[in-house]
């Protein structure tokens, strides 16, 4: 099997030495460095000949996704199965059925780890899988894939992805960019809770402002969220002013 990738960011270079295992990758991005590549076991390619793979993954910031499925659209066909990894599923899926030929076929992905949680291995780790527009027999053989590799796989649509990651995955950044913004650190005169909450840094300082802001602007339910933490905050605060 040969798999075609866009983008070798933090995500893009972890999931192409993983899938490097077991298929033959190759790598497309307009920054590569190919002594990276060459060390994980791939290879680059054009965009052409990325395209060319039976399964092509985009591993592409949300805010990009748009001019990648432009760019993608004059060279996938039928037999191509394009995967996204975005962290909203609603945005990017609408985009590909809209850009897209309409017979080649979508799966919306959102891998829940990153270099730094799957930086040893990926068992254990969360994958939600959003049907799109792909034929039964290949979702099967993919999901039964990622579960070999210890993976748990959780299937949902795109709205119900989005609804639930708004109340976690957002609010958890949001929770971690406020404390870095305060300036929160160690502290000799702390407690465990403290230490804790601190644990919350380790999962948001090393993701970019753009993925905080492109969750923010692209996930339709990130508003409720945001709305609901500030009233909750506030009649927390007047709670302890009383």
């Known amino acids: 099997m040969k798999i075609g990738i866009i983008g070798f960011g933090r995500l893009g270079k972890l999931l192409t030495k993983n899938i490097s295992r077991d298929a033959t990758t190759l790598v497309f991005d307009t920054n590569l460095d190919l002594n990276i590549l060459d060390e994980i076991g791939s290879e680059a390619g054009t965009l052409k000949e990325v395209c060319e793979c039976p399964i092509l993954i985009l591993c592409v910031p949300i805010s990009a996704i748009k001019e990648a499925a432009s760019e993608i659209a004059k060279f996938v066909t039928k037999d191509t199965l394009v995967i996204d990894v975005c962290s909203v599923k ?66 949902a649509t795109a709205h119900e992805h989005d609804k639930q990651i708004a109340d976690s995955l957002i609010l958890t950044h949001t929770i971690g960019r406020t404390l870095m913004e305060m300036g929160s650190k160690d502290m000799d005169i702390d407690t465990k809770g403290y230490r804790r909450l601190l644990k919350i840094l380790e999962t948001v300082e090393n993701d970019s402002v753009q993925l905080f802001r492109d969750m923010n602007k692209y996930n339709p339910y990130a508003k409720d969220m945001r709305e609901s933490l500030m009233s909750s905050l506030s009649k927390t605060l007047e709670s302890a002013l009383k």
């Open 90 to 155: 609603v945005h990017p899926m609408e985009l590909l059925e809209e850009l897209l030929p309409p017979e080649t076929e979508i799966l919306g992905t959102h891998p829940m780890f990153g270099p730094d949680s799957a930086a040893k291995s990926l068992y254990g780790c969360k994958i939600v899988l959003c049907k799109q527009r792909v034929r039964e027999e290949k979702y099967q053989n993919i999901k039964g894939y990622l579960e070999s590799h210890g993976l748990k796989v959780i299937e």
